[in-house]
């Protein structure tokens, strides 16, 4: 019986090598890259990160951090700067490992065990507090660049955009507003372009979950307000996860506030619960 | 229809490799009509002489395209480019020593001249099948592909970038350089190989072979830069533009990079190899100076003043700087490494583009003057 159940053990889906459990579907337009039984949100949350904790040097960045986001929802995660934002999103890319703890995608894919290319692969998109794209490439290449399709080797030295695909980059086009600066090199483009294309790269990979981190950063108020309409309007089909600082878009978009501090949660609420949690005050406003 | 847009992949926006090739091709008939067929007391007469010079610079342009693919494309500065290139050419040097036979100085039918003078009894494993051409010119390939191959798997999956790659890469130049110059190793130690006779049975000394591998080089060349091409204009071209200017935001987008980075070095390494096959017969000899970090560091200033990321750009500063070296090196030899460290310098702080890029930059200017309109410039850059 013991036998049995170590060789149970072996099996588990989330434990074999990649190579075992991945079925290689066909990577046509529409579908995802199935990895049976993989993401399984049936119990609510896409994203369970427990007891994680990340140190550099004996300096906890992530202290003993548990958060839960659910299927579908708009998060917004807040604190002050060193309380473990960015580190946060690191993890959950596969940029830096936890210490401890355990970081999950679905219920049973383990982030802790995969790459970076892996994670974007299986639908977590990511935007960077400092806006990235391909500076060289025009936005519709850019745009090429992130379209959800087999990115391995060989099958991108031969890869031709169908009539299905350029049709999904026309709409992302018009999400982000940029149909007009098609042709231009992203390097051209203004602040604010530079980071709705960024979240449009980020639409290209029809990600699950998408992490943003300070997308109104440097934004004018009216690009602010577009972009707030940009993210809750992903919300419901996809699960979005915002890092900022700007506490009037926060209002503007947040159903449920995340307080971190010190790495880790302080108060989890809606907005006004948040504000008036006399340990949030105490933290944003000193002793 | 299929071929028809395969062509616009290649040439659309392209007029500096349309003209290259145009170069190429007119080469190809040029040189053989005033070699062959125009006495030598004509004018017109290109001496035998001239025409192995041209084929030697076309080897180095094809070398240094492969390094630009690597270099102007990926990002990856490799300062060791010159191992594949003379791996390549010992490769080729292995199978036209065994050509040789009993033609030597010392009469063996089995042993190269340097083992019969090392009292070696019998032929080192790994000579074995380079007396057969076909094996030879797979060896070419495979040799340098194979270690650019696991250098690079060894080298990318750590993450090793920038200058620390590139110094890495010049410590396997210099240690293959030691190596080679080893009378043990069973190369020929610092002589290297030479005395070549025939090639596939024509003689090495005869114009007509001496035409024939030209016009190798030169199909060599053509071939090498649309392949080239191919890639950069393909969407694995994109990728590693993307590598190189937003790595890890390339990785987030689901790239594996190291895969990328991997096989693009590992078909350069490859195309150098070939390089240094046709520049072997051609010169005559290989010895393990062709290893010296010195070459490597030359190639990497042919790159930058042809210009970057152009393919056709790194060609024509391969050809401009070997022909200025021959020139220099004939007629001030004492002047040579200050010139090319001079220019080296010019070209990083006011050129850094190199020569295509200036000449874009006037075309531009002319352009703007007549109609400054933004798009239509803005179009043809990404076009570029």
């Known amino acids: 019986m013991k036998q049995l159940d170590q060789l149970r053990d072996l099996?588990?889906?989330?434990?074999?090598?990649?190579?075992?459990?991945?079925?290689?579907?066909?990577?046509?337009?529409?579908?995802?890259?199935?990895?049976?039984?993989?993401?399984?949100?049936?119990?609510?949350?896409?994203?369970?990160?427990?007891?994680?904790?990340?140190?550099?040097?004996?300096?906890?960045?992530?202290?003993?951090?548990?958060l839960y986001i659910n299927h579908g929802e708009l998060r917004c995660i807040i604190g002050p700067n060193g309380a473990g934002k960015t580190t946060m999103m690191d993890c959950i890319t596969g940029k830096t490992r936890p210490d401890e703890g355990s970081v999950f995608y679905g219920q049973t894919m383990d982030l802790t065990r995969m790459s970076e290319y892996e994670i974007a692969q299986v639908g977590i998109g990511r935007k960077f507090q400092k806006p990235t794209v391909f500076p060289d490439h025009t936005v519709f290449e850019n745009l090429e660049l992130a379209l959800h399709t087999n990115k391995s080797v060989w099958p991108t030295l031969v890869a031709r955009?169908?009539?299905?695909?350029?049709?999904?980059?026309?709409?992302?086009?018009?999400?982000?507003?940029?149909?007009?600066?098609?042709?231009?090199?992203?390097?051209?483009?203004?602040?604010?372009q530079t980071q709705w294309l960024e979240i449009g790269m980020m639409i290209m990979q029809k990600p699950l979950l998408l992490l943003v981190d300070e997308p109104v950063a440097g934004m004018t108020h009216q690009e602010a307000e577009r972009t707030a309409e940009l993210l809750t309007g992903l919300a419901g089909e996809h699960s979005v996860v915002v890092v900022e600082h700007d506490m009037d878009f926060v209002r503007s978009i947040a159903r449920t506030v995340t307080v971190l501090h010190e790495g880790s949660v302080l108060a989890e609420g809606s907005m006004d619960e948040v504000q008036n949690d006399p340990k949030v005050i105490e933290v944003y406003l000193g002793e | 229809m299929q071929y028809k847009s395969l062509f616009a992949q290649l040439f659309a926006g392209n007029t500096g490799g349309k003209i290259f090739l145009g170069i190429l091709v007119a080469l190809t008939v040029i040189v053989p009509v005033c070699n062959l067929v125009i006495p030598e007391s004509s004018a017109l007469h290109i001496s035998t002489y001239t025409v192995t010079l041209l084929g030697k610079y076309l080897t180095f342009a094809l070398l240094a395209i492969a390094l630009d693919l690597v270099w102007g494309y990926c990002g990856i500065l490799s300062l060791g480019h010159?191992?594949?290139?003379?791996?390549?050419?010992?490769?080729?040097?292995?199978?036209?020593m065994r050509q040789i036979g009993d033609r030597g100085v010392y009469?063996?039918?089995?042993?190269?001249?340097?083992?019969?003078?090392?009292?070696?009894?019998?032929?080192?494993?790994?000579?074995?099948?380079?007396?057969?051409?076909?094996?030879?010119?797979?060896?070419?390939?495979?040799?340098?592909?194979?270690?650019?191959?696991?250098?690079?798997?060894?080298?990318?999956?750590?993450?090793?970038?920038?200058?620390?790659?590139?110094?890495?890469?010049?410590?396997?130049?210099?240690?293959?350089?030691?190596?080679?110059?080893?009378?043990?190793?069973?190369?020929?130690?610092?002589?290297?190989?030479?005395?070549?006779?025939?090639?596939?049975?024509?003689?090495?000394?005869?114009?007509?072979?001496?035409?024939?591998?030209?016009?190798?080089?030169?199909?060599?060349?053509?071939?090498?830069?649309?392949?080239?091409?191919?890639?950069?204009?393909?969407k694995f071209g994109r990728v590693v533009v993307a590598i190189r200017d937003a790595e890890d935001r390339t990785r987030f987008v689901g790239y594996k990079t190291e895969s990328y980075k991997l096989w693009i070095f590992t078909f350069s390494a490859i195309l150098s190899g070939i390089a240094g096959a046709l520049y072997v017969p051609q010169v005559g000899i290989i010895n393990p100076g062709e290893f010296s970090p010195l070459n490597s560091i030359e190639l990497v200033v042919w790159v930058a003043v042809g210009g970057r990321g152009t393919l056709y750009g790194a060609a024509l500063g391969a050809g401009i700087v070997n022909y200025a070296k021959s020139y220099f090196t004939a007629a001030l030899p004492e002047v040579w490494l200050f010139a090319l460290g001079a220019l080296f310098i010019v070209v990083t702080v006011f050129l850094p583009k190199g020569i295509v890029g200036l000449i874009a930059k006037i075309k531009n200017k002319r352009t703007e003057s007549k109609a400054p309109e933004v798009n239509s410039t803005a179009k043809a850059e990404t076009e570029s």
């Open chain 2, 82 to 96: 010159g191992a594949f290139f003379a791996l390549g050419g010992y490769a080729m040097g292995m199978y036209l």
């Open chain 1, 11 to 66: 099996m588990r889906r989330d434990r074999v090598f990649d190579f075992v459990a991945e079925e290689r579907f066909p990577f046509t337009s529409g579908i995802r890259p199935v990895r049976p039984g993989v993401v399984d949100i049936s119990k609510g949350p896409i994203l369970y990160i427990e007891n994680m904790t990340v140190s550099f040097d004996g300096f906890k960045a992530i202290n003993d951090l548990t």
């Open chain 1, 161 to 192: 955009l169908t009539g299905e695909q350029r049709d999904h980059i026309d709409e992302v086009l018009e999400i982000i507003s940029l149909k007009d600066q098609v042709h231009l090199r992203a390097c051209l483009l203004s602040h604010g």
């Open chain 2, 107 to 234: 009469g063996n039918p089995d042993l190269p001249d340097f083992m019969v003078f090392l009292n070696w009894q019998e032929l080192p494993w790994y000579w074995h099948g380079f007396d057969m051409f076909w094996f030879a010119m797979l060896m070419v390939m495979l040799v340098p592909g194979l270690l650019a191959f696991v250098f690079g798997w060894l080298a990318f999956r750590s993450r090793v970038t920038g200058v620390y790659l590139s110094i890495i890469t010049q410590a396997l130049t210099y240690a293959l350089m030691l190596a080679f110059f080893r009378n043990e190793m069973g190369f020929g130690g610092n002589n290297g190989l030479t005395d070549f006779k025939d090639i596939l049975g024509f003689n090495l000394q005869e114009d007509s072979t001496r035409i024939g591998l030209f016009l190798a080089s030169t199909i060599a060349l053509a071939l090498g830069y649309l392949t080239c091409r191919y890639i950069v204009t393909s």
